[in-house]
């Protein structure tokens, strides 16, 4: 026992049973020889042995150890523990996207023949991922209206092996009810995966509400500030063993420097996604009394017919939301358009405040017909709420808002 291995084991033994904020902080740390106060960040491809012996032991797997950083790399083990222990799961696989994090959930336990239930609203990506590419395989995919639990229930058959959903909704701010959905899941011997990206497990956790896999984007709230492309999958190790099989493959596991980035991004997520809350709520309430909005969707308002639920389920109402002002495309557009400091993208999750109109981009590929049933009004914007002063973001939304004929 030298003096960093006994540094090591004093500090983990004592982060069983501390709070979220402090695991946040410390869970996952493993001090190297040199005793560094922050996380080191290990870019290797790969690691040496000390003999031919100990290199096949390794490779058999009967020496625990790192192999090759496709497999393992302790950066990204170190995130991986971290957030799995935010999540309250026992076991998580980082990947390098949250497209890839959701691939790999697909590959691991859909098979052809199989048939999967999937919520109406989810990303756009997620939808091509699963129109295009799974039902090439065999995998037949019924999508179902989030808060219809009726639709869950009557949508499921015997060959029904996964549930998927995204809650609260993009871009309308819906909130599935999630233990219910997980008991229809069980019931079915399917397996139920939550998206839990627009939350955070420093909102909302969706393993102690009953699902089996917590899937994130950490692009967007747990790295916070738009920097980099990662994901993770959170679950029991028997699940996770399994994505993790896909991962060393399939190969889109997550960059030891950007597990390092996310690190970081985690010490922060729970004072973050408070303040991304606040600010959202603030603005909605703003957004609830202008003359030129007929709409705001944000689970946070009393007036949201989620409201109740999201309060149970989560414990803040996150940093997105929705509105609709009147008119249609051309008066959102001018909103859009008369913003200076607000970001025209299609992010979210970043500390800098986005701004899209979602009927022309993030779902302009639905028929309007399709638009229509989802519920995406030509004059809805989406504004995902970032760090500045929740003043300063008014200020940019009022100079277009007011300048609405109304
Ligand atoms: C962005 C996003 C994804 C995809 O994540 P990437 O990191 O961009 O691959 C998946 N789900 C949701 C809800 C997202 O917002």
New binding site residues.
């Given amino acids: 026992m030298n003096e960093f291995s006994e540094l090591n084991d004093r500090y983990q033994s004592d982060l069983d049973g501390c709070s979220f904020e402090t695991l946040a902080v410390r869970a996952g740390q493993v001090r190297t020889v040199e005793c560094e106060h922050g996380e080191a960040i290990f870019p290797t491809s790969s690691y040496v042995f000390s003999s031919a012996a100990e290199a096949a032991a390794r490779f058999s797997g009967s020496s625990a150890g790192n192999v090759y950083s496709r497999y393992t790399n302790p950066t990204v083990r170190t995130f991986e523990q971290r957030l799995a222990a935010l999540e309250g799961g026992e076991a998580c696989a980082a990947t390098a ?6 691939y790999a959930v697909a590959i691991a336990f859909l098979k052809a023949g199989d048939h999967m239930l999937c919520s109406r609203s ?2 756009g ?2 939808t091509v991922l699963f129109e295009k590419y799974l039902r090439k395989f065999g995998v037949e995919i019924t999508y179902v209206e989030l808060l219809n639990l009726d639709d869950w229930q009557a949508k499921l058959q015997p060959n029904t092996k996964l549930l998927f959903l ?1 809650s609260p909704s ?1 871009p309308l701010n819906e909130v599935a009810d999630i233990r219910a959905i997980a008991a229809l899941a069980k019931q079915a011997g399917a397996l139920f995966a939550v ?1 839990n ?2 939350c955070t497990p420093a909102s909302q956790q969706p393993l102690a509400l009953g699902a089996d896999l917590v ?1 994130h ?4 709230y747990i790295d916070g500030q738009g920097r980099c ?3 993770a999958v959170v679950g029991s190790q028997e699940l996770i063993e399994q994505v993790v099989g896909v991962l060393r493959s399939a190969g889109p596991t997550m960059s030891p420097f950007n597990a390092w980035v996310f690190l970081k991004g985690l010490e922060t997520l729970s004072i973050r996604m408070q303040a991304h809350s606040a600010n959202a709520l603030a603005l909605a309430q703003w957004l609830e009394q202008h003359p030129a909005v007929v709409k705001v969707n944000y689970c946070g308002l009393p007036s949201h017919p989620q409201y109740e639920l999201a309060q149970q389920q989560q414990k803040l109402f996150g940093g997105v939301l929705s509105f609709e002002v009147k008119g249609g495309r051309e008066e959102a557009w001018q909103v859009v358009d008369a913003t200076r400091m607000i970001s025209i993208t299609a ?3 970043d500390t800098k405040t986005t701004i899209t109109h979602p009927a022309t981009t993030t779902h302009g590929r639905l028929s309007e017909a399709d638009r229509a049933r989802a519920g995406i009004a030509d004059g809805l914007l989406r504004v995902a709420v970032g760090l500045e002063s929740v003043a300063d973001i008014q200020r940019d939304l009022a100079r277009g808002l007011d300048a609405l004929k109304v």
């Fill in positions: 996207s949250g497209m890839a994090a959701i989810v990303f990506a997620t995204e993009n998206d990206c627009f899937i984007s950490a692009t967007k492309l990662g994901g992010n979210l999750g």
